[in-house]
């Protein structure tokens, strides 16, 4: 019979579900949205007359956000998949990955983006608050520890069998 996980792990690997169906949206949302974010970026370079007259090329914006939001995807899905089986780096590497989307959202805000992609990225910031407190909680740092036990046991040259 295994150990039983935690809720706050359990949790956690949930939130992070809940962030890629977020970052879902946003990419989408990016797509949807990609003809003010032209018109926002043309506004930084002086103005859409500026850009018409210049050699310079509105940024792919679609691509990088689909791209982006792939790797993503299936980097959390693999770490978070190794953090639900107790694997102490996979619970740094996710908090390293909350930090990083929380940069990034900040950067984005930064830009001015239309409504609906600020919503989101505030929405990301308090999700990914949520799930670095998940993964500082007393019952995560039980698991894990409780893994890295059994672990250290199964490979113990005292053991029989």
């Known amino acids: 019979m295994g150990r039983q996980r935690p809720g706050s792990v359990t949790n956690a690997i949930r939130v992070q579900a809940v962030l890629v ?13 990609r003809d003010d974010l032209v018109r926002a970026w043309a506004e930084t370079q002086g103005g859409l007359d500026a850009v018409r007259q210049s ?15 792939i ?7 693999v770490i978070a998949s190794l953090f639900g089986k ?5 619970r ?3 908090g ?13 805000y930064r830009a001015d983006p239309p409504v609906p992609l600020a919503v989101l990225a505030g929405l990301g910031v308090v999700l ?3 799930l670095l407190w998940l993964l500082a909680s007393r019952d995560t740092s039980e698991f894990i520890r409780g893994a890295r036990l059994a672990e250290a046991r199964e490979h113990s040259p005292d053991r029989p069998g």
């Open 92 to 94: 740094y590497a996710l």
């Open 96 to 108: 390293a990955t909350a930090v990083a989307f929380v940069f990034v959202m900040l950067v984005i």
């Open 55 to 69: 050699q310079l090329s509105p940024p792919a914006f679609v691509p990088v956000a689909v791209v982006s939001f």
């Open 128 to 130: 990914n608050g949520v």
């Open 86 to 90: 107790g694997h102490r780096w996979a």
């Open 21 to 33: 169906g977020v970052s879902a949206l946003g990419t989408a949302m990016v797509a949807v949205l």
């Open 71 to 77: 790797v993503y995807a299936l980097l959390v899905w």
